[in-house]
Structure formats: C-alpha cells, structure tokens
C-alpha cells in the first residue's frame, strides 16, 4: 500500500508542478510538460511491478501512436483561442477532435 501512495504522490507532484512552474513562465512549463515524464514513469512502475520488458515495449509502441492524435488537440487549443473562441468551448472542440483522433489511429493501426 506505501509503494501505490509513492507512485500516486510523484505522479500529482509533477502535475502540480507544471501548473506552478507554467504560472511563472509558460515557457518552462511547457518543457517540463512535454517532458514524456508520465511515461518514463509508467516504464518504470511497470519494470518494478513485472520485470515484463516486453510489456514496456509494447506500452512504448503504444504510447508513440497515441502521441498523434494527441497532436491534434495541442494543434487545434491554441488556433480556437486565438480565433476569440470561448476556453470552455475550445477545450471541449479540441478534445472531441482529439477523441476521433484517437478512435481514428486506433481503428487505423489495430492497436
């Protein structure tokens, strides 16, 4: 139960972080959030919970097509908030776009 709360706490850690750094520069935050923290993370909880390194290469393979339509949200946010769009409906058009992205690469590469 103490090595699931470790896991939980960095995980919020590095969340909260990034909110706190992008507060004083969005320039930083955005490094640190671009960071493939969460899955050097994962790799690793999963490496001391399985030894399954086939497992991790998987996840890894997995990961990369699933950065693509990830892609489109990050595309689409900032172009709906510059065209004077509401932040409630940008993020709400971003994520659908995102979403059918992700239906879209998943039925594409049969993951």
């Given amino acids: 139960m103490v090595y699931y709360i470790t896991k939980v706490c960095i995980t919020a850690v590095i969340v909260v972080l990034v909110a706190e750094i992008s507060k004083r520069s969005t320039f930083f935050g955005a490094v640190l959030a671009s960071l493939p923290l969460i899955s050097i993370l994962a790799f690793i909880w999963l490496y001391i919970d399985t030894k399954d390194t086939?497992?991790?290469a998987e996840l890894s393979t997995q990961i990369l097509w699933l950065v693509i339509p990830s892609l489109?949200?990050?595309v689409l946010l900032p172009v709906l908030l510059k065209l004077n769009y509401s932040f409630s409906l940008s993020?709400?058009?971003a994520t659908i776009c995102m979403l059918v992205g992700y239906g879209m690469i998943i039925y594409i590469v049969k993951l």
């Fill in 54 to 56: 086939e497992r991790i």
């Fill in 72 to 74: 489109l949200f990050f």
């Fill in 91 to 93: 993020m709400t058009l």
